[in-house]
């Protein structure tokens, strides 16, 4: 009769949100150091901090984890998993690892706008794609962050002009296959690189440059290792934010609107000190004074459209087939959409 009372006992614990028990600690984890006057993931950890702790009255204890202090990408996210650690600011690269369709949300020049960036990803289609993250990979998406803004492409050797100044240049890529494919479509050859061992890679002349928003090459100071920047702003990757399924599942109703509140807001702040960056003497001028910077022409721009959008559908088609045209079609309708309702 004893033990089974005991059995019941800890059944009912286990049956309990986490919040019944006092103060809950969420540990969360981002790559970068935690200054968030300078850093998109650290304004987008101190604004979760203060909204989750300020507004659970305490209940809730946020820690954070900057500068991969819990490992590299996909070993933070394995964490997230077990539950070791509980949330995780992730870049797609990482996501990629468990879900492979995050290809999709890469193809090129397929994002207009910030505008329409937001709209994609705030809407419908970032609703189904964070369920479908959910149900394929595990974890529970809080929201798409902005890991910096639109992509540029640097490197040490010469000038990018045209496509045919990338044939034979070793380009660092996030492990994302889709990104591999356009850089191999350009004639560049790609290598995965962790973003930890960028700066030395790039040093070392292990890769000849890379592909990163300005923000990104501010913040690691890549113009010390690169000479030359060429703004083709034509990848749009998301951070995607997760936090471990079941710690928050255990959570309060009340609870749960407390830290989906206090993400859309932290999202929101990253994507203003984004644009703050890039719209100040802390981004494009001062990098200009660092690097060779150039601003293809549209027809330039044409160019590597040209080479890139069709590379990026063969591929898409041929690695996810029937599930890879259902994603592209719900991309680019959402992408329609926003455009239409912004009257682009």
């Given at each position: ?48 901090k ?48 468990f ?9 090129p ?36 962050g902005?890991?910096?803004?639109f ?10 002009r ?99 509140d ?24 001062m ?10 022409s549209?027809?330039a ?16 088609l ?26 682009y």
């Amino acid at each position: 009769m004893k033990k089974v009372v005991v059995a019941w006992f800890i059944f009912l614990l286990l049956s309990f949100p986490a919040s019944v028990f006092g103060e809950i600690t969420l540990k969360l984890a981002h790559l970068n150091p935690q200054a968030p006057y300078e850093v998109v993931s650290a304004a987008m950890a101190a604004v979760f901090k203060s909204e989750v702790e300020s507004r659970s009255n305490g209940q809730v204890k946020v820690e954070i984890y900057p500068d991969g202090e819990v490992g590299k990408e996909v070993e933070t996210l394995i964490q997230v998993k077990s539950g070791k650690v509980q949330s995780f600011i992730s870049t797609s690269g990482a996501i990629a690892q468990f879900y492979p369709l995050i290809d999709i949300t890469n193809i090129p020049f397929s994002i207009s706008s910030y505008n329409v960036a937001y709209n994609v990803y705030d809407e419908q289609f970032g609703k189904e794609l964070a369920a479908d993250i959910e149900e394929k990979a595990g974890f529970h998406v809080l929201g798409f962050g902005e890991s910096g803004g639109f992509f540029a492409i640097t490197n040490s050797k010469r000038p990018i002009r045209s496509p045919g100044d990338l044939k034979g240049l070793k380009l660092r890529t996030m492990p994302i296959p889709l990104h591999q494919e356009i850089v191999r479509a350009l004639g560049a050859t790609p290598i995965s690189i962790a973003w930890s061992e960028l700066y030395t890679s790039l040093l070392a002349g292990v890769v000849d440059g890379q592909m990163n928003p300005v923000s990104i090459i501010v913040m690691d100071r890549l113009y010390e290792v690169q000479r030359y920047l060429t703004l083709i702003d034509f990848i749009y990757s998301p951070y995607v934010w997760v936090i471990n399924q079941e710690f928050y599942n255990s959570l309060s109703k009340e609870l749960k609107i407390v830290v989906d509140d206090a993400a859309k807001i932290a999202i929101l702040a990253g994507r203003g000190l984004s644009r703050i960056i890039d719209s100040t003497e802390r981004g494009l001028p001062m990098v200009s004074m660092k690097m060779q910077v150039y601003v293809p022409s549209k027809t330039a721009i044409k160019q590597f459209q040209d080479i890139t959008v069709p590379a990026a559908k063969k591929f898409l088609l041929t690695q996810y087939k029937e599930e890879g045209r259902i994603w592209m079609d719900k991309f680019f309708a959402a992408i329609d959409k926003a455009e239409k309702e912004l009257g682009y």
